[in-house]
């Protein structure tokens, strides 16, 4: 391994708690870490990820991605796709080796797995995992009616700490392994990539970097000068670039609704109403029927008419983005201009006021408030103005603090965790709380993140449940 890898791979192990783990071992987890990141921006736990031990099938790493989240449950998955009414997956699979070239026996072993675990019936040994993994993906094949808009796409990684030329042979074997994944028949795109040394670190370091998109945003005006705002514009944008801001390439849409005070409320009569307008070809009305989109970034780079937003969130237009995406085939919809506010800012007050001041059109329930509510808020300010050891950050924003150095991954405690240690600790619910976190919100409605709840109590029982955990987990790698 080269010294550059295995510096970053150090840094990445020390701060994810591997050190007790092989090398091997590591670079699998660092492998799936820098892919999943570049797919799917959300958090997300490695063991999660994670597939290699014995009967992993040649798979080190192994995801799905269903409407731009990783999905871990079925019921997470029913729920997800219940509410949206489309289903966009790809399915992922990752195999890491510390090697120094490329081996076409190898890749080979890992395109057999990858074929196995899509039969029908699998012929390899399988890890309790890779059995898991199998019946959730085959869970989002019976819920194929609601792939309007497009069939899975199957993305396969080989990682090595090599370096890719292109040599033929292997391009045989992997266009080999392209066609015979492709003759199943259930994929609209499969695609094998090969990562070596420089891909990988490039990748590595994109995890520290905040989500962008370059927009053309011709029709605007500049809004006066605002305290506390950086920069402010209102206008429309034509569908084709308002779909950068909510999708990335693959057209699977992005999770940037985390300041959003609803989640989609799915086919509910505000939405089959935008729905209607587009399904009629009304391309023309949409920008005078709907009440448009509102944008918060930290940072805006224009250059004539083009704008690059980072690091942006739609706090306001979750419903309408979810219509549109859902829309996007209809043919002519590229004539749809949507209205749309965009604000730079980094005060979190400012966007707080903003999201909630545009969202007051229609009732919030409680339970839909939980990352943008006065108590997260605060809570997040009790979780830095405690010194516990080890110390803990609230995650109240997805990936908030990926691009902060010195902080471990075990420090970090996203609202799902929370949710879920609640439930457990102090509703004493251990035996609910292994489902999609969303389930458990519905099921304790008005029971989680109360007023009158104390910081203190959720901070320490979340400290002696990391100190447990962490043990527990120690000893499971070291077995």
């Known amino acids: 391994m080269d010294k550059i890898t295995k510096s970053l791979l150090d840094t990445f192990s020390n701060q994810n708690d591997l050190g007790k783990l092989d090398e091997s071992t590591q670079f699998e987890h660092f492998s799936n870490y820098c892919i999943t990141s570049k797919i ?16 992993d099938c040649a798979i080190d790493g192994l995801f799905l991605n269903v409407n731009g989240k990783i999905i871990t449950d079925a019921d997470e998955l029913r729920e997800l796709v219940e509410a949206a009414g489309h289903l966009d997956a790809e399915i992922v699979f990752i195999q890491s080796k510390t090697t120094s070239s490329f081996n076409g026996s190898e ?5 057999h797995g990858v074929k196995d675990f899509l039969s029908d019936e699998p012929k390899l040994v399988q890890n309790e995992k890779i059995k898991l993994m199998k019946q959730l993906w085959d869970e989002s094949i019976s819920l194929s009616s609601h792939m309007i808009n497009r ?10 700490t090599g370096k890719w ?9 992997i266009q080999s392994g392209e066609f015979e ?3 199943i028949g259930v994929f609209d795109e499969i695609k094998i990539t090969p990562y070596g040394a420089n891909e990988i670190q490039k990748l590595y370091h994109e995890t520290k970097n905040k989500l962008s998109a ?3 945003f011709q029709n605007r005006i500049t809004l006066p000068d605002i305290k506390g705002v950086k920069e402010a514009y209102l206008g429309v944008i034509p569908f084709p670039e308002f779909a950068k801001l909510i999708q990335d390439e693959n057209q699977t849409i992005h999770n940037i609704f985390d300041d959003n005070v609803r989640d989609f409320q799915g086919e509910n009569a505000v939405n089959q109403k935008i729905k209607n307008t587009l399904t009629k070809g009304d391309f023309d009305l949409f920008c005078v029927l709907n009440n448009g989109v509102t944008v918060v970034a930290t940072s805006i780079t224009p250059a004539g008419n083009r704008f690059t937003l980072r690091d942006y969130q739609i706090v306001n237009g979750c419903q309408t983005s979810n219509v549109l995406h859902d829309c996007q085939n209809i043919e002519g919809i590229e004539a749809t201009n949507i209205p749309i506010k965009i604000i730079v800012t980094d005060n979190d007050e400012i966007k707080t006021e903003i999201t909630l001041a545009t969202n007051s059109q229609t009732e919030v329930k409680t339970e839909q408030l939980e990352a943008l509510n006065a108590f997260q808020k605060k809570l997040e300010l009790y979780f830095n103005s405690e010194k516990t050891d080890p110390r803990l950050y609230y995650e109240r924003r997805s990936q908030q603090y990926n691009s902060l150095p010195g902080i471990k991954r075990n420090q970090i405690i996203s609202i799902p965790i929370q949710i879920k ?8 619910s251990p035996h609910l709380v292994s489902g999609y976190y969303g389930t458990i919100v519905n099921r304790f409605k ?6 009158d709840h104390k910081f203190f109590a959720l901070l320490c029982k979340r400290a002696l449940l990391l100190s447990i955990g962490a043990d527990v987990q120690k000893r499971r790698f070291t077995k």
Do not use: W
Request: charged share 20%; net charge negative; with cysteine.
């Open 151 to 160: 069939r899975p796409f199957c993305k396969l990684f080989y990682v090595c």
């Open 181 to 183: 994944i492709d003759a």
């Open 165 to 173: 030329v292109d040599d033929q042979n292997l391009r045989a074997v």
């Open 421 to 428: 240690t609640f439930a457990s600790m102090f509703l004493q």
């Open 107 to 111: 890749i080979g072993s890992f395109i």
């Open 40 to 55: 799917n921006r959300t958090s997300f736990e490695l063991e999660d990820i994670h597939t290699g031990s014995g009967g």
């Open 446 to 451: 008005g029971k989680i993140f109360a007023s």
């Open 214 to 216: 370059t927009i053309n």
